[in-house]
């Protein structure tokens, strides 16, 4: 199975990338990985100039999104992880979630392949009403434009203090979450 995994955090190394790094040591079946930091990627700001709209399948801006776009078409796992700052997602990854405007555009999204997608939140402050909400609103329609089937959505709270790492009850529902994968 194709994973394709996105590290939403602005620090390499920290919690979002640990967490990503556990559950995909979870999984057991045979599988291709393709992690994408947004530190390391060049992803330009949708300009909302529909050029995507007369031409199907095409983002007027060429980055890094150009891959991307093919992989999360085309993946059998999709796994957004990324912390909350000001209780939504942090700018960069926003960013590649708005440039899917270009697929969601197109008239047949009858190609895009029907996939899982893992959802994974990282919170610094301990667990508030609405802590997630932000991230849960934005990707509905990310959801739903690249076909996904959601698997779960893990909520990491008060991470400045409880590093996911040590985070038993998260740990649980990520490991169970691979299981269910391991086992179709
Ligand atoms: C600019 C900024 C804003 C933040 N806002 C929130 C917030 O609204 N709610 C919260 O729970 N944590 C907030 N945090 C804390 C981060 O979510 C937390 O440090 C998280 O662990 C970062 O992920 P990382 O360890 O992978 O970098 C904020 C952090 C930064 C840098």
Redesign the pocket.
Known sequence: MEIVAIMG???NS????KAIDYFISKIKVEHELYEYNINEKEIKACIACDYCIPHQGECVTKDDMTEIYKKMETCDLLIVAS?????AF?SRIKALIDRTQMIYNLEDRSNIKKKKILIIG????PH?PR?FQAMDNTLEWYKKTLSCDEIGFVQF?H??ELPVLDNKKCLKELTEIAEKINTP
């Open positions: 955090s602005h620090r920290h919690n979002t990338q912390p909350v700052y000001f209780s942090p990282i919170g610094g402050a508030y802590q709270s991470t400045d």
